[in-house]
């Protein structure tokens, strides 16, 4: 089964503030790679799929790259909206696999 | 409108079973494969499994956590999807969500406690 560590699992930034969440697979996905942002006692919302694309109506400030094992998300400048919890998804083999999240509070 | 509604969630003892269902609207759901994803309270989310479609044979995946206790399936007829749950331990508590294939959509979830 393959395994999606993701890094940090919390971290506080500032408005404003480039922002980097790093998730790494155990073994090569290709870009078979979503990104989802979670916040407090709201479903799941898909941000990026592909690894890459970005979903429709989702900010240009938010991108995805990665291929392989190694993926990052970047929020480009921190706006108040964005605190909440990222995780990835790999669904590039069966079982399917989230990273364990990563929470970003503000400072 | 695209529309996932799950219900069937409530308190089950250890050992216990329960039968989740996921109403659809708003779109062709027999095209679709769909999912269910779990959250524990205060956790990450759990990949719990899929059904694929009839053009896919309604084959189905599961994750190692409910292998040989948990049952997906599926009505076209009723655009409905199911979550059978059996010898449910107490990790298993958690809202158990619905989500169409590529996850773009999601229900609000149903919460299942497995509790003495």
């Known amino acids: 089964d393959i395994q999606m560590t993701q890094s940090p699992s919390a971290m506080s930034a500032s408005v404003g503030d480039r922002v980097t969440i790093s998730c790494r697979a155990s073994?090569?996905?290709?870009?078979?790679l979503i990104w989802f942002q979670q916040k407090p006692g709201k479903v799941p919302k898909r941000l990026i799929s592909?690894?890459?694309t970005l979903e429709r109506g989702v900010p240009s400030r938010f991108s995805g790259s990665g291929s392989g094992t190694e993926f990052t998300l970047t929020i480009g400048s921190l706006q108040p909206e964005d605190f909440a919890t990222y995780y990835c998804?790999?669904?590039?083999?069966?079982?399917?696999?989230f990273g364990q999240g990563t929470k970003l509070e503000i400072k | 409108e695209v529309q996932l509604v799950e219900s069937g969630g409530g308190l089950v003892q250890p050992g216990g079973s329960l039968r989740l269902s996921c109403a659809a609207s708003?779109?062709?759901?027999?095209?679709?494969?769909m999912d269910w994803v779990r959250q524990a309270p205060g956790k990450g989310l759990e990949w719990v499994g899929r059904?694929?479609?009839?053009?896919?044979?309604?084959?189905?995946e599961y994750a190692a956590s409910v292998k040989g206790r948990f049952t997906i399936s599926r009505d076209d007829s009723k655009n409905s999807l199911y979550l059978q749950m059996n010898s449910l331990k107490t990790e298993d508590t958690a809202l158990y969500y619905c989500?169409?294939?590529?996850?773009?959509?999601w229900g609000q979830g149903t919460l299942v406690t497995v509790s003495s």
């Open positions: 989500t169409r294939v590529p996850f773009d959509y």
């Open positions: 708003g779109f062709t759901f027999s095209d679709y494969y």
């Open positions: 059904i694929r479609n009839k053009a896919n044979s309604y084959t189905t």
């Open positions: 073994q090569g996905i290709s870009n078979n």
């Open positions: 592909a690894a890459s």
């Open positions: 998804l790999q669904h590039n083999s069966y079982p399917y696999s």
